[in-house]
């Protein structure tokens, strides 16, 4: 066997194993990935030890020494996947540990937001049992811990919190640390219940009182806050994907926003064309980013990364419905209430964007486009058309709309 005849086996794409000699095996999995694997009988049991480095990080000369190693071992009786079970035991005890290993392992390689469940594991889960043994953790503080989302009045984040809870300890079993996992028989009813979708979309009016009360709380809700939800609710981007926004991405020139594939939902990079207003607002936040590659850069030096939190507009207005969102201070008035403004979160601004280019009469494919969702069925198969020039002219309409709304001025 030589590289030659490897690299046609990964070509071919075929999962399975294929003998090399010696008890050592190649092995290519139904995702493609690439192993070494020798094979052994210990007591009378036949058993797969897998290598650490794969091909081609080790060659097959390697493979072979480090095969030849391994079942001299086994000839003095001891059991390699026996030892590596039992190091990974002495390395993992906390539950702190389990998720690092489970960070590293699974949830980086296989999410395209490992983010989520690493700031769900931070702030629901690890202040409460992250110190703990593996082996202490009961099924009680894991209901604990999902009361105390569900009283904070977040159901989503308590199903999300009772998932990943579940996961983590999935994993822990699957390594064999753990017998039982403790959030196995908890369920979403006894979490945040089942999640209906949302449908809340502000009307003008709504808009219009909503802009007003932003404005006169300034004095905390930040003009950067501001200008973010004029573009949420002007261009129907995502939250994520604005926050992330570099100054790079931002053609003023030809007015357009090159939204990359890395930082699309969808994984398919866009380009956004940018209203009269929308370039304004941006003008502004240039200037007010004070030399900062991101569009929202980070308020605190501290922080992991150069832009906002996810946090930071979802904690912004919660704050002025008169929600606590920071255990050292009171809540304060119902700022929106009191406009007879209904509540809504930050991703009801993204599905108003999409109410108002209905109610412009903008066709529902252009519509679905300016909103980077996928076009689906055959349509979406065939139709590669990116409707720049309709999309700019629909964003232009709904500009005009509500920047009035927006930009004014208090008596």
């Not at 010696?22 to 052994?40: A, E, H, I, K, N």
């Not at 049991?45 to 091909?55: A, G, I, M, Q, V």
């Not at 609710?233 to 926050?243: A, D, H, M």
């Not at 980070?298 to 930071?312: E, H, K, L, M, Q």
Request: net charge positive.
């Amino acid at each position: 066997m030589n590289n030659k005849q490897l690299n046609k086996i990964i070509k071919d794409g075929v999962p399975g194993r294929t003998a090399i000699g010696g008890g050592l095996y190649f092995r290519l999995s139904t995702s493609g990935t690439c192993s070494w694997q020798v094979r052994y009988t210990i007591n009378n049991k036949r058993k797969w030890f897998t290598l650490l480095d794969s091909y081609p990080h080790l060659s097959i000369a390697d493979a072979k020494h480090d095969a030849v190693l391994l079942l001299r071992d086994v000839k003095h009786g001891k059991d390699p996947a026996l030892e590596k079970k039992n190091a990974l035991q002495e390395e993992i005890v906390t539950v702190h540990q389990l998720f690092d290993d489970w960070f590293k392992t699974d949830i980086n390689k296989r999410l395209k937001h490992p983010e989520i469940p690493h700031r769900i594991y931070t702030k629901e889960i690890a202040p409460f049992i992250g110190e703990l043994r593996l082996k202490d953790v009961t099924a009680l503080q894991v209901r604990s811990i999902i009361h105390k989302v569900i009283e904070s009045n977040r159901p989503a984040t308590a199903n999300d919190t009772l998932m990943y809870t579940k996961q983590l300890f999935r994993h822990a079993a699957k390594l064999g640390l753990v017998e039982n996992n403790p959030a196995l028989a908890f369920t979403m009813s006894d979490a945040g219940g089942a999640e209906k979708s949302r449908d809340r979309a502000l009307d003008l009016d709504e808009i219009s009182r909503m802009f007003s009360v932003l404005r006169s709380q300034a004095h905390t809700f930040t003009r950067d806050n501001y200008l973010a939800c004029a573009l949420l609710i002007t261009l129907g981007v995502r939250k994520g994907e604005l926050i992330a926004a570099q100054w790079q991405e931002i053609d003023f020139d030809n007015e357009v926003w090159h939204l990359p594939s890395e930082r699309s939902k969808t994984g398919i990079a866009i380009s956004i064309p940018l209203p009269a207003d929308v370039i304004e607002w941006l003008n502004e936040l240039k200037v007010r980013s004070a030399g900062s590659i991101y569009v929202f850069p980070s308020r605190r030096a501290s922080v992991r990364r150069g832009y906002i939190s996810d946090d930071t507009l979802n904690h912004a207005l919660a704050k002025l419905f008169g929600k606590k969102v920071d255990s050292n201070k009171q809540p304060t008035n119902n700022h929106f209430e009191e406009q007879d403004v209904n509540h809504f979160v930050v991703h009801d601004l993204r599905r108003t964007c999409r109410s108002l280019l209905a109610y412009l009469g903008v066709s529902s494919h252009i519509a679905e486009r300016c909103l980077n969702h996928k076009l689906k069925g055959v349509e979406g198969i065939y139709n590669r058309h990116d409707y720049m020039d309709e999309r700019r002219e629909a964003l232009d309409k709904l500009a005009a709309l509500i920047s009035p709304l927006i930009n004014h001025t208090e008596d």
